[in-house]
């Protein structure tokens, strides 16, 4: 069970948007700590998308973007292209753990 | 080129100490970051080890904190793991990586390419 609660599963065809939530508790999410998305590709090493709610690193396409409000964050995907089909993960930090850092349980996108 | 390389034994049996090594290439370990054990479970999702800042403060997971010592070897710019009294529920892709860290937020970039253990007899 993670702390941070997301669609085990979305899927969408070439083109399309689509978005992949991701719902805390007001000890992570909601305490305003940040929220930050990594996609994970089979075999490959997780990699950052999203840093800090809407921050992309260098590389990154502008077709992910990221958004945050109350205590739930989502991950949103234009123009979806047959390599973005992954494992997308997102992360905050909860106070109650000890400050530790805590995940979702990944979502695995399907492009159709 | 910035990078994180695992090692370690593939194979642990249950009860004994997984040892795993990270070096780093590309950035020095004294740089002020705080370094970082993730693990995945085989089919579940990632999992917090732990990390450990330049100057040796850790924090870890809660749920492993009386089995778990991460610690840095500056000498050879590298980041240890070393978790005591493994199960078959201590298998797992164990990535190492850096952990960005603010006064009020961290994450994690960039990671290594991860290395399996497994704990089995």
């Known amino acids: 069970q993670s702390v941070l609660t997301q669609p085990p599963s979305v899927s969408g065809a070439p083109g399309q948007r689509v978005t992949i939530s991701c719902t805390g508790s007001?000890?992570?999410?909601?305490?305003?700590?940040?929220v930050h998305w990594y996609q994970h590709l089979p075999g490959e090493a997780p990699k950052l998308l999203i840093y800090?709610?809407?921050n992309r690193p260098s590389g990154v396409p502008h077709r992910f973007s990221g958004s945050k409000s109350g205590t739930s964050a989502s991950l949103a995907i234009t123009g979806l292209q047959p390599e973005d089909e992954a494992d997308y993960y997102c992360?905050?930090?909860?106070?109650?753990?000890?400050?530790?850092?805590?995940f979702g349980g990944g979502t695995k996108l399907t492009v159709l | 080129q910035e990078q994180l390389q695992e090692s370690g034994p593939g194979l642990v049996k249950p009860s004994e100490t997984l040892s795993l090594t990270c070096a780093l290439s590309?950035?020095?370990?004294?740089?002020?970051?705080?370094w970082g054990w993730i693990r995945q479970p085989p089919g579940k999702g990632l999992e917090w080890i732990g990390s450990?800042?330049?100057?040796?403060?850790?924090d870890y997971r809660s749920s492993l904190k009386s089995r778990v010592t991460i610690s840095v070897d500056t000498s050879k710019n590298q980041v240890s793991l070393k978790l005591t009294s493994v199960t078959a529920a201590d298998t797992a892709l164990y990535y190492c990586a850096r952990i960005m860290t603010t006064m009020t937020t961290r994450w994690i970039d960039p990671w290594g390419q991860g290395t399996l253990v497994t704990v089995s007899s």
């Open positions: 992360q905050s930090y909860d106070r109650s753990l000890s400050g530790s850092v805590v």
């Open positions: 450990i800042s330049h100057s040796g403060s850790t």
């Open positions: 590309g950035f020095s370990i004294t740089s002020g970051h705080y």
């Open positions: 007001s000890s992570n999410i909601g305490s305003d700590y940040d």
């Open positions: 800090s709610n809407i």
